[in-house]
T-cell receptor, first 114, second 106 residues
Framework: NAGVMQNPRHLVRRRGQEARLRCSPMKGHSHVYWYRQLPEEGLKFMVYLQKENIIDESGMPKERFSAEFPKEGPSILRIQQVVRGDSAAYFC????????????FGQGTRLTVV | AQRVTQPEKLLSVFKGAPVELKCNYSYSGSPELFWYVQYSRQRLQLLLRHISRESIKGFTADLNKGETSFHLKKPFAQEEDSAMYYCALGPDKLIFGTGTRLQVFP
């Protein structure tokens, strides 16, 4: 079991471009959480998804951000028309259960907007 | 409101000294508290959780509901303990503190 895989590890985008971040959960895990870490801050919850469903998106910015977790394939966090303030580390975690007591984290994607 | 506070950004100690990383929380229900560790250039790893009451790598943490605290302790710090430590509140989506960087000098 390779663990939670995130790619790319580093992503550079110009302002106005789109960023797509991928998260492949651990085998057997059908629950995915996305977190954002801004410089000098802790991890902030963004969204919680199960296969094909968004369960809790209370931490997602209202515009430009979307997430999906299709039946097949990785979970995708999509940021449209990126701005400098989107520069951050984005982490995903997966869990076999609908709680985080057994959540495992990926290594994160560091997004830099230039 | 649910909140986790880690008041220290940086804690520096010498090898063999005791360590206490502070964590206070605010939660209206029955909390589940976790400590995560992130070594340099590695992913976030679960260090311990209060419900299992275990000791990992010599670290322990006791949930004090009266003081709403979940401080992480180790009696004798080792150089390999140098890392970022995050306290987190569950049980559903995790709410993280801002983290404490522990530096253990030889």
């Amino acid at each position: 079991n390779a663990g939670v895989m995130q790619n790319p590890r580093h992503l550079v985008r110009r302002r106005g471009q789109e960023a797509r971040l991928r998260c492949s959960p651990m085998k057997g895990h059908s629950h995915v959480y996305w977190y954002r870490q801004l410089p000098e801050e802790g991890l902030k919850f963004m969204v919680y998804l199960q296969k094909e469903n968004i369960i809790d998106e209370s931490g997602m910015p209202k515009e430009r951000f979307s997430a999906e977790f299709p039946k097949e394939g990785p979970s995708i966090l999509r940021i449209q028309q990126v701005v400098r303030g989107d520069s951050a580390a984005y982490f995903c975690a997966s869990s076999p259960r609908p709680d985080t007591s057994e959540a495992f984290f990926g290594q994160g994607t560091r997004l830099t907007v230039v | 409101a649910q909140r986790v506070t880690q008041p220290e950004k940086l804690l520096s100690v010498f090898k063999g000294a005791p360590v206490e990383l502070k964590c206070n929380y605010s939660y209206s229900g029955s909390p589940e508290l976790f400590w995560y560790v992130q070594y340099s250039r590695q992913r976030l790893q679960l260090l311990l959780r209060h419900i299992s009451r275990e000791s990992i790598k010599g670290f322990t943490a006791d949930l004090n509901k009266g003081e709403t605290s979940f401080h992480l302790k180790k009696p004798f710090a080792q150089e390999e303990d140098s890392a970022m430590y995050y306290c987190a509140l569950g049980p559903d989506k995790l709410i993280f503190g801002t983290g404490t960087r522990l530096q253990v000098f030889p």
